[in-house]
């Protein structure tokens, strides 16, 4: 496809569970972003990345959440022991270069029960 | 700390009835401010970005521009079709490469 592509698309997780949302960027994408985004809220930033390296890391809410982009291509986002407040859609960005129009997948709608 | 606010939350509007959006923001050394549009269930969809103060870019029935502490986007006759939540963002040099959004305007366009 040519656009930003997340799976899965809905999550359920029971509390203390761990989860992995992925995402496969536009190809040839240079810069990727993973957003948490509430329910009637504006998207809040995560982390990005700069191909396989992760530049900015001051939106992970605890050490629960990580991300990783081993190849400079698709990246996991990582929730350890899951908690309710983790509800939310996970949105991935991604965009050609610094600068350039960032472009967003579906989400992957997580909740925890 | 880089700041967005989107007003109003919420916008009822019957088909016709043009309106603007408002986007003010606090930043140091903005490099772009964009707009997005957003349905139900689904991810931001990009519309505009705007360098510097007193640019304007068209599309359809909408219209952004740009100030110096404040970003407008302007629906003219607009039709169901268009209500969705509009959210702007910012983009600024102290904070590389990330977007700082605002809140969203959910807009509904009645026919």
């Known amino acids: 496809g040519a656009g930003v592509s997340q799976s899965p698309r809905y999550k359920v997780a029971k509390r203390g569970q761990d989860v992995a949302l992925r995402c496969d960027p536009i190809s040839g994408h240079v810069s990727l972003f993973w957003y948490q985004q509430a329910l009637g809220q504006g998207p809040e930033f995560l982390t990005y990345?700069?191909?396989?390296?992760?530049?900015?890391k001051s939106g992970l809410p605890s050490d629960r959440f990580f991300a990783e982009r081993p190849e400079g291509s698709v990246s996991t986002l990582k929730i350890q022991r899951t908690q309710q407040e983790d509800s939310a859609v996970y949105l991935c960005a991604s965009s050609p270069s610094s600068g350039n129009t960032i472009y967003f997948g579906e989400g992957s709608w997580l909740t925890v029960v | 700390e880089d700041q967005v606010t989107q007003s109003p939350e919420a916008l009822r509007l019957q088909e016709g009835e043009s309106s603007s959006l408002n986007c003010s923001y606090t930043?140091?050394?903005?490099?772009?401010l964009f707009w997005y549009r957003q349905d139900p269930g689904k991810g931001p969809e990009f519309l505009f970005t705007?360098?510097?103060a007193g640019e304007e870019k068209e599309k359809e029935r909408l219209k952004a521009t740009l100030t110096k502490k404040e970003s407008f986007l302007h629906i003219t006759a607009p039709k169901p079709e268009d209500s969705a939540t509009y959210l702007c963002?910012?983009?600024?040099?102290?904070?590389?490469?990330?977007?700082?959004f605002g809140g969203g305007t959910r807009v509904l366009v009645k026919p």
């Open positions: 990345f700069q191909n396989e390296a992760q530049l900015d």
């Open positions: 705007l360098y510097s």
């Open positions: 963002a910012v983009q600024a040099g102290a904070a590389g490469n990330k977007l700082t």
């Open positions: 930043v140091s050394g903005l490099r772009g």
